[in-house]
């Protein structure tokens, strides 16, 4: 296992609330802003401002399927990007989820 795949799996595994994100992404902000919101600790990483971001990112895509920022996982569950966590929050199953974290 390489030293972005161990970077990532334990940063999904030691945080209830993992967000990899790019500190310029409007989508990012969107998510980070409902987090505060709901007063969520949530660990977010700027893939962007790190020196193995675009690493970081590929791996992503191979873990998720996924290569947009940002990529949510909850209870090391991926939850998806922005609309997927626009949506639950819409949905009201958010709090279900965070209450839990």
């Known amino acids: 296992m390489s030293s972005v795949e161990s970077f990532v799996d ?3 595994a030691d945080n209830d ?3 990899f994100a790019k500190s310029y992404c409007p989508y990012c902000h969107a998510t980070e802003k409902v987090i505060a919101d ?3 600790k949530a660990q977010v990483y700027q893939i962007d401002l790190m020196n193995n971001g675009d690493e970081i990112q590929s ?3 191979k873990k998720t399927g996924q ?3 940002p990529n949510i996982f909850i209870h090391q569950k991926h939850v998806g990007g922005n609309s997927d966590f626009q949506a639950l929050f819409k949905k009201g199953e958010l709090d279900s989820l965070f209450n839990t974290a």
């Open 38 to 40: 709901k007063k969520i």
């Open 17 to 19: 609330v993992v967000v």
């Open 59 to 61: 791996y992503l895509l």
């Open 67 to 69: 290569r947009t920022v």
């Open 10 to 12: 334990s940063a999904v």
